[in-house]
């Protein structure tokens, strides 16, 4: 498995955890709160957030066998490589832009709130349920939120070659978005928007820096 793209998937986690903060933070403190007003406590984080990543795997692990399949030989092989060049270059301008670079083009905008708004509704009935049984459905669900850096590290996965490799890049990423989100009450204070404004900058340098690892290898493949 690529450890250096690993390493790239976790720091994007981490970094781009600000601008989770900014966009679902509110959701999930909401989400996370019983009819009664009281919080899950650390059992129902931990079960929240296991699930939340076991989504980012399996989703992953989908897209990485799936790029398995594109064929790198014989007359399709050019075009498989021009698709992975051009995805390659999409993710650098989408990592860039996300750092600045470009004032439409960057992850942010792939967000889709109107989606985000309409899962929360549709999981506002997890609520009743008691922390213990609702903490896990309430993750594996929200591991589908519309997101752009979640778009950026599917597209890697789709390119790592194997289903296992997918799931490990995704396990990656959803590993390093989940201490910001895990103390969430606290971070929330402790990083102004401008933190998390820098935050996001440095992940889009990290989605952008994977780009780069992916095209200089796929510009060496074989003609």
């Known amino acids: 498995m690529n450890e250096p793209v690993l390493s790239m998937a976790f720091l994007t986690g981490l970094l781009g955890s600000g601008h989770c903060i900014g966009m ?4 999930v403190a909401a989400l996370t709160m019983t009819e009664q007003g009281q919080r899950g406590g650390l059992a129902f984080h931990i079960l929240y957030h296991a699930g939340r990543v076991l989504t980012y795997m399996l989703i992953g692990g989908l897209v990485g066998w799936l790029g398995s399949l594109l064929p790198l030989k014989d007359s399709l092989g050019q075009l498989t490589r021009a698709l992975l060049i051009g995805s390659d270059l999409l993710v650098i301008v989408l990592g860039l832009g996300t750092a600045g670079a470009f004032a439409r083009l960057n992850l942010n905008r792939l967000d889709f709130p109107g989606p985000t708004a309409a899962m929360a509704r549709a999981l506002n009935g997890l609520r009743r349920w008691p922390p213990a049984f609702s903490a896990l459905p309430l993750g594996l669900l929200m591991g589908w939120l519309p997101c752009g850096f979640v778009y950026a590290m599917l597209i890697t996965a789709g390119q790592s070659g194997t289903g296992i490799a997918g799931a490990g890049i995704m396990l990656a990423f959803g590993i390093g978005t989940t201490p910001a989100l895990l103390i ?9 928007a401008r933190a998390r404004s820098w935050m996001v900058r440095g992940a889009g340098l990290a989605v952008a820096g994977i780009g780069v690892m992916h095209l ?3 510009l060496r493949m074989p003609h």
């Open 24 to 27: 679902c933070g509110g959701l």
């Open 184 to 192: 969430f009450g606290s971070a929330a204070g402790w990083l102004t």
């Open 216 to 218: 200089l290898k796929h």
